[in-house]
């Protein structure tokens, strides 16, 4: 089907699903079209005023607020702080895709992670995992990856005397 052309005038995409009927994009887009200029608000109250829109957090799910306490008779390892801080967070741990990342899944956790926070959860998953790695999120799968930050390798040269 083909619509006709106008000028000036403005025809929503439509995205085939496969299914029976077209669907139609959402509009305005929280993610493409963010207007920071104007805020909409509304009435919490007789004296407040609250923000009607997504907060950065709930936007951006890194950029949440976690406030993390592990508890030490768990005797937990990398891979289980990682876990107790990825609960409720709308992220899963991806499975160590090499020795790097299982040998740092299996390190204990040290004792000053036990606590962590508040600090946005992609702050706590770099902490955890340390400076050796960096922090690979996945947004459709909603998974977290860890891959090692610098990949050279230090040969240790003989001594020929």
Known sequence: MTLPYSAGMRYPRVVTTGLDQPTHEVEPDVYRDRDTSRVEVIRGGRY????ASATLQQRNLLEQT???????????????????TLQHTGYSLCAPQGKPQQLLYSRPLPAAHFRLGPMPLRE?????????????????????????????????????R
């Open 66 to 84: 976690v406030n993390v306490s592990i508890p030490a008779s768990m005797s937990p390892s990398v891979e289980d702080g990682l876990r107790y």
């Open 48 to 51: 407040a005023l609250v923000t």
């Open 124 to 160: 706590a998953l770099q902490v955890l995992a340390g400076s050796a790695f960096e922090v690979q999120a996945d947004p459709i799968a909603r998974n977290i990856c860890y891959q090692v930050r610098d990949q050279r390798l230090i040969e240790e040269v003989g001594h020929d």
